[in-house]
């Protein structure tokens, strides 16, 4: 059984800081690496994706990729509070293989 | 360039009767997932569609099925719906051939079992 976990959370951090946040998954094939963001009611947005290890950064966004420690991370840099939502995780096994979400992390960035 | 389409956005259904929810693939995409999500959960996958056949299946009863279209557009049937099955629906479409491939969502189908 594929599994990928994430801290539920809420995690609330202050307007400008930097949100960090985790993910663990399961299946060492794993190839490809998402995260996605979702509001409230709304379906799932994809923020970025990383297949190497180490740092991609896109913006504000840094997704952080470690291969031995089945370990990824999204840090937000200046956090605001238009960026209060739940971050989901996404893990692939690459060629159209399906993907196996997280159950999210709520994030709240406080004014 | 139109993004993934689903329809209905909402829909109220009551126990034991059957549902239809429809799918567009965003241009240039020829597989389409379908996923279930329960309030508070990460989605879950319950089967994607390649060149119009089953391609994978997640762990969901056989009440659940599908079907795509020479169009790559799809659709998810549920039988004998159960107060369980409420749930946001989200269909994502992507593109088989690539290793490295990026999954789009629809808006979603919000059904309601009542």
Same mark, same amino acid.
Request: aromatic share 12%; proline share 5%; with cysteine.
């Given at each position: 059984?594929?599994? +990928? &976990?994430?801290?539920? %959370?809420?995690? !609330?951090?202050? &307007?400008?800081?930097?949100?960090?946040?985790?993910?663990?998954? $399961?299946?060492?094939?794993? =190839? @490809? *690496?998402?995260?996605?963001? =979702?509001?409230?009611?709304?379906?799932?947005?994809?923020?970025? *994706?990383?297949?190497?290890?180490?740092?991609?950064?896109?913006?504000?966004?840094?997704?952080?990729?470690?291969?031995?420690?089945?370990?990824? $991370?999204?840090?937000?840099?200046? !956090? #605001?509070?238009?960026?209060?939502?739940?971050?989901?995780?996404?893990?692939?096994?690459?060629?159209?293989?399906?993907?196996?979400?997280?159950?999210?992390?709520?994030?709240? +960035?406080?004014? | 360039?139109?993004?993934?389409?689903?329809?209905?956005?909402?829909?109220?259904?009551?126990?034991? /009767? #059957? +549902?239809?929810?429809?799918?567009?693939?965003?241009?240039?995409?020829?597989?389409?997932?379908?996923?279930?999500?329960?309030?508070? /959960?990460?989605? /879950?996958?319950?089967?994607?569609?390649?060149? &119009?056949?089953?391609?994978?299946?997640?762990?969901?009863?056989?009440?659940?099925? %599908?079907? #795509?279209?020479?169009?790559? @557009?799809? &659709?998810?049937? +549920?039988?004998?719906?159960?107060?369980?099955?409420?749930?946001?629906?989200?269909?994502?479409?992507?593109?088989?051939?690539?290793?490295?491939?990026?999954?789009?969502? %629809? #808006?979603?189908?919000?059904?309601?079992?009542?």
């Amino acid at each position: 059984q594929k599994e +990928v &976990e994430q801290n539920s %959370g809420p995690l !609330s951090v202050p &307007e400008g800081a930097i949100a960090s946040l985790n993910c663990t998954y $399961s299946d060492r094939g794993s =190839q @490809s *690496f998402f995260w996605y963001r =979702q509001y409230s009611g709304k379906s799932p947005e994809l923020i970025m *994706f990383i297949y190497s290890n180490g740092d991609k950064e896109d913006g504000r966004f840094t997704a952080q990729l470690n291969k031995a420690s089945q370990y990824v $991370s999204l840090l937000i840099r200046d !956090s #605001q509070p238009s960026d209060s939502a739940t971050y989901l995780c996404a893990v692939n096994g690459g060629y159209g293989q399906n993907f196996v979400f997280g159950p999210g992390t709520r994030l709240s +960035v406080l004014p | 360039d139109a993004g993934v389409t689903q329809s209905p956005t909402h829909l109220i259904k009551t126990r034991g /009767q #059957q +549902v239809t929810l429809r799918c567009s693939p965003k241009s240039g995409h020829d597989t389409v997932s379908w996923y279930q999500q329960a309030l508070g /959960q990460g989605p /879950q996958f319950i089967f994607q569609y390649y060149e &119009e056949e089953e391609r994978q299946r997640g762990n969901f009863p056989d009440r659940f099925s %599908g079907h #795509q279209f020479p169009n790559y @557009s799809s &659709e998810l049937n +549920v039988n004998a719906l159960l107060l369980g099955d409420s749930a946001l629906y989200l269909c994502a479409s992507s593109f088989l051939g690539q290793m490295n491939t990026e999954a789009f969502f %629809g #808006q979603g189908t919000r059904l309601t079992v009542v």
